[in-house]
């Protein structure tokens, strides 16, 4: 039992399930559900690179993120005239944290794109996103081996990542679902490999600010609840 144990409520996942290659054109594809928040994650890959990568002799990976019409309660408009700040802000996440883990020049000078389109929507979307493109990137890239496009799988390290929070009664718990993200005090994405390095960590204090037994805690919950993601990953692929 560790030091914060105590602060802890909850630190499992939802409910994991992925569904691989729902589609037979994308060169890997999931469909990845985290208790009810459902994401189906694309990767495609193109011959050639943007202008600034050319002639370096790596590639490039590139993310896209969009939320369908009915995934939440009322409808939300398709982004016809451009990606909002969130939006923007969310697969610029994605792509970063999946470069964090690829090793470019492997990849030859081709382009990677990872589009993250959310079915239903109920809280961790961007982090459920992230776990689910993992996923479809190895499917992709085990696929350019297959095919012989590639000499080596270019992906460095396992990748996923999840939401923890602190509730009303000041205990930190995991993945959290639409009520329980509106109303927590403090919410936090951790984005992590299964060596336990952080890609990213963004949190915030929503209300009350939170102290640093709290973090840990967090930080406790975040790895407990990854280390069930990762192993949901590796059954998807094995």
Known sequence: MSSYSHIIERNQPRKIQYTINPNPYAMGSVIVECG????????????????????????????????????????????????SGR???????????????????????????IDCDVIVADGGTRTTSISGAYVALSLAMKK???????????????LAAISVGINKSGKAIADLNYEEDSSCETDMNIVMTR???????????????FSHDQ?????????????????KQDEALA
């Not at 690179?49 to 309660?73: C, D, I, N, Q, R």
């Not at 409808?75 to 990606?83: M, P, S, W």
């Not at 939006?87 to 794109?113: F, N, P, W, Y």
């Not at 350019?144 to 396992?158: D, G, R, S, V």
Request: proline share 4%; glycine share 8%.
């Open 215 to 231: 973090m840990m805690a967090l930080m406790e919950c975040a790895k407990n609840s990854l280390d069930v993601v990762f192993t």
């Open 87 to 113: 939006t923007q802000e969310i697969q610029r996440l994605v792509g970063r944290a999946l470069r964090s883990v690829v090793d470019l020049k492997k990849l030859g000078e081709r382009t990677v794109q």
């Open 36 to 83: 009810n928040t459902k994401v189906y994650v694309t990767v495609t890959v193109d011959e050639g690179v943007p202008p600034f990568l050319k002639g370096k002799g790596e590639g490039w990976l590139t993310a896209e993120y969009s939320m369908l019409p009915s995934a939440t309660h009322s409808r939300n408009k398709r982004e016809r005239n451009g990606a």
């Open 144 to 158: 350019l081996m297959q095919n012989q496009l590639i000499k080596e799988n270019p992906i460095t390290a396992q």
């Open 195 to 209: 060596e336990g390095k952080f890609v990213e960590i963004q949190g915030t204090a929503e209300k009350a600010p």
